[in-house]
């Protein structure tokens, strides 16, 4: 077993995950997770990593409050490195391997809704609109005219571009904030592997209604590598909330639940299930490695179930005879019960 300090081994993990290309942000949440997990075991060698110290530290997470998500993604740090400890023979047994993660599903604190055609008609056009008109309300006496009439114009438009893409392909903000020209082509758009949540390159289609309005959004002079947003016009969440409010848009329900800019993406997958994708079709189109991932993105009620049931293949009744309405319970062998 190597003799080095625990930092010495913290350090080699977070090293090892840099080399796969994960994000910063990964990286830094990993090394933030561990160190406070070292500093609450008091471990300062690899037989410190134990199964008790680490189960301690969750449970005092868990009393702090935090929600199972956050739990778990404390858990899966330690779990994964681990695993990492045990594959580098670091350790002979990995340490973590029995700690349990929570049930998300029963505490989950920030659900989700999807916007329904006519609200996201109505946020996509109130984007559009609300910088000319607010500029024009605030300025009653001078007006807005020429040169800045058109720019609030076309900041209004880039905004609704950004909702729609959001809706209509499932993009990601941190993957529209930097979406190039170059990656339109072909009828689909490409995510590259460094703007990409998974590290990979990937591609959605493009429906034709927003190829349309990209090709109109283009200026003359776009170059291939400039971004389809400028940066000065990418909106950030005060401005989604305000474009929710000028929408007539509740940010929040009567159940509680939340309508947010990743919302839109909720919208997108709930969408494609509702207009009758597969659930493999709608799990490949969201992009999630897991179809248990995609089912916490959708929005029940915007299914039709009873559309669903009448679409089923049932075979006819028998000739003359009217099909009974009279629950029946049946034995194994298929009699009714009674009969």
């Not at 500093?39 to 199972?68: D, P, Q, Y």
Request: glycine share 6%; with cysteine.
């Amino acid at each position: 077993m190597v003799r080095w300090a625990i930092t010495k081994h913290l350090a080699d993990f977070l090293t090892t995950l840099r080399a796969r290309g994960v994000v910063t942000k990964y990286v830094r949440d990993r090394e933030d997770c561990l160190k406070a997990y070292l500093a609450h075991s008091g471990a300062k060698r690899l037989k410190g990593l134990t199964l008790v110290s680490a189960s301690a530290w969750i449970e005092e997470v868990k009393a702090r409050g935090l929600s199972a998500r956050s739990v778990n993604s404390r858990v899966r740090a330690l779990k994964q490195w681990g695993r990492w400890l045990q594959t580098t023979r670091r350790v002979q047994f990995d340490p973590f391997e029995a700690v349990q993660q929570l049930n998300e599903s029963e505490d989950r604190r920030h659900v989700r809704r999807a916007l329904t055609p006519e609200e996201a008609q109505r946020l996509v056009d109130a984007a559009r609109t609300r910088p000319l008109k607010e500029a024009q309300a605030a300025r009653i006496h001078a007006g807005v005219f020429g040169a800045e009439e058109v720019r609030l114009r076309r900041l209004g438009e880039a905004r609704a571009l950004v909702w729609m893409l959001a809706i209509g392909t499932g993009l990601r903000m941190g993957e529209i904030r930097h979406l190039r020209y170059c990656d339109l082509a072909g009828g689909q758009v490409t995510i590259p592997a460094a703007s990409a949540k998974s590290r990979r390159d990937q591609a959605v289609p493009l429906p034709e209604r927003l190829a349309v309005l990209l090709a109109a959004f283009k200026p003359r002079d776009a170059q291939p590598t400039d971004t389809v947003i400028p940066a000065g016009a990418f909106p950030n969440t005060l401005t989604f909330h305000r474009d929710l409010a000028a929408a007539g848009v509740a940010r929040r329900d009567d159940e509680d639940r939340v309508v947010d800019a990743h919302a839109l993406r909720t919208t997108y997958i709930s969408w494609l299930s509702a207009t009758g994708a597969s659930p493999r079709v709608t799990q490949a189109l969201a992009r999630h490695a897991s179809g248990t991932t995609t089912e916490r993105y959708l929005d029940l009620r915007l299914l039709d179930f009873d559309a669903a049931v009448e679409r089923l293949p049932l075979p006819d009744s028998p000739a003359g005879k009217r099909p009974s309405t009279e629950a029946k319970a049946w034995d194994r062998t298929g009699r009714a019960r009674g009969a």
